[in-house]
């Protein structure tokens, strides 16, 4: 099999032989990102999320509390975001992994698990809000102590 067409039967999205020049590279790379961007659903737009006393910025990848302002990482952003996104509502785990590292192996279950007891740190101060874990299912952010 060719490899240009081995390369898109196996995800790629896009094909360049040897030797190219920078600008159809920028070019390709440009349409790319139009494509993308043109895809992304409204709700996934939202930058600011507001939960018990706390605040989510999603494009400055920031959590803010009544104590105090945290940087997150990317992966921390967008735990969080699902959570809030499923508030009062259980997150199956697993589709906080597929949606979040891509697969549900073990290995990238037991990072999440580190992404979530750093979440649980910053948010413990804030009586409103609790991170619960469902035990074989996955998560839960309850907001005032409502289930």
């Known amino acids: 099999m ?10 790629g999205n896009d094909y360049m ?7 159809e590279l920028l070019a ?7 494509r993308f961007t043109a895809k992304q659903p409204e709700s996934d737009q939202t930058t600011t999320l507001y939960f018990g006393n706390c605040m989510l910025d999603t494009i400055n990848q920031q959590l803010k509390t009544a104590v105090t302002t945290y940087d997150l990482s ?3 952003v967008m735990l969080l975001q699902l959570l809030i996104q499923h508030k009062n509502e259980i997150l199956e785990r697993q589709e906080a992994l597929l949606k979040i590292w891509g697969d549900d192996s073990l290995y990238n ?3 999440m698990n580190v992404f979530m007891a750093h979440l649980r740190k910053m948010l413990k101060d804030d009586a ?5 874990s469902i ?3 996955g998560y839960k952010l309850i ?5």
């Open 28 to 34: 390709r790379i440009e349409a790319l990102l139009i």
């Open 109 to 111: 279950g037991n990072s």
């Open 135 to 137: 035990r074989g299912i």
């Open 2 to 11: 060719k490899m240009w067409l081995k390369a898109l039967k196996t995800g």
């Open 74 to 76: 990317y992966k921390e």
């Open 17 to 23: 032989r040897k030797p190219f020049s920078i600008v």
């Open 128 to 132: 409103s809000i609790q991170v619960m």
């Open 143 to 147: 907001e005032n102590g409502r289930d």
